[in-house]
């Protein structure tokens, strides 16, 4: 080392100068011992404070690294606290929400009791309000004209085409009944499972309106959706029952409209394959009778 160097030339020069001195002088003397020792000395000062350097670049690094550690937290924490704010002002809701866009409905009601003069039309307005097949099938055979049975022997009787037409209105009026029977039980049960619907649509809209942050939460928000979208497919299925009713209606209308049209035409046919034979006892009656008439005249 370069230190070690000048100790050693500064040795070599000390020890001619203490010989030329000791020569000269006579009483100093040099001391090698000594001299290596203080050698030895600085450099383990030397390496000591090498060290000291390294450890000092080391505690510097250290804390480049606290500090970056420190900026990260620091960014960290305003990124946190801007989300936690974020999401505070997200389930807050406004004050006047509820005012401004809440409206009724119109919900289904009861039907009032009516007169029931002659003990037929409680038994329909009670089918009309609580629904069921029994209360349905009691309120149509009240209130709904019925149909008697045909006689059998003189069913019998009459010929294939009469017994075919009087079948087809059979057909027709038992069609008819069924259907009536079935949408007085529908428009009953729809109307009775109203009041519960009401009471959920209450409570969804109340929460919906509702300011308590509880009520503002990512899950409440999804979980008001979902019931929001239950209650849609519930309203909907009871629309669709309702459209299935008043197609029935319309299928049984149509069926007669057929009935009357089909019933024409096979009118017009029989008439035409028998209009000859017809008419030809026509008009041999008419000729016995005019035969007759003759006959008796001449007498």
């Known amino acids: 080392m370069k230190l070690l160097r000048i100790l050693a030339l500064t040795f070599g020069l000390t020890s001619t100068f203490a010989t030329s001195a000791h020569a000269q002088f006579g009483g100093v003397v040099f001391d090698p011992t000594q001299s290596a020792h203080a050698i030895q000395e600085i450099e383990q ?6 060290k000291w350097g390294t450890e000092l670049q080391n505690w510097q690094q250290h804390l480049l690294k606290e500090a970056q550690i420190y900026t990260t937290a620091v960014q960290t924490r305003d ?8 999401a505070y002002q ?3 809701m406004p004050q006047n929400l509820e005012a401004r866009y809440k409206t009724d409905w119109m919900k289904w009601s009861s039907l009032a009791a009516p007169p029931n003069t002659y003990g037929n039309t409680s038994a329909l307005v009670n089918a009309l309000n609580f629904g069921g097949l029994p209360n349905a099938s009691q309120g149509f055979s009240k209130a709904f004209v019925q149909v008697a049975s ?31 029977t079935n949408t007085l039980a529908t428009l009953g049960t729809i109307r009775s499972d109203n009041q ?3 009471a959920k649509l209450a409570n969804l809209e109340a929460d919906t309106f509702s300011i308590d942050p509880n009520q503002q939460t990512e899950n409440a928000l999804l979980a008001k959706i979902n019931s929001a979208t239950l209650l849609q497919i ?28 089909n019933r024409a035409i096979n009118q017009s046919i029989y008439f035409q394959q028998n209009f000859s034979g017809a008419m030809q ?3 041999n009656g008419v000729s016995d009778a005019i035969h007759s008439i003759s006959l008796s005249a001449g007498r």
Not at 79 to 86: C, G, M, P, R, S
Not at 166 to 177: C, D, R
């Open 90 to 92: 997200m389930s807050r």
């Open 150 to 180: 045909y006689p059998a022997g003189s069913y019998g009787s009459l010929d294939s085409r009469t017994q075919a037409t009087v079948a087809n209105q059979y057909a027709t009026s038992e069609l008819a009944q069924t259907t009536a």
């Open 196 to 198: 519960a619907f009401a």
């Open 281 to 283: 006892n026509v008009t």
């Open 45 to 50: 000062g030397e390496q000591q404070i090498e």
């Open 234 to 261: 519930h309203s909907q299925q009871d629309t669709n029952q309702i459209l299935a009713a008043l197609a029935q209606q319309q299928l049984i209308a149509q069926k007669q409209q057929i009935d009357a049209q």
């Open 79 to 86: 990124q946190i606290v801007t989300a936690y704010n974020l």
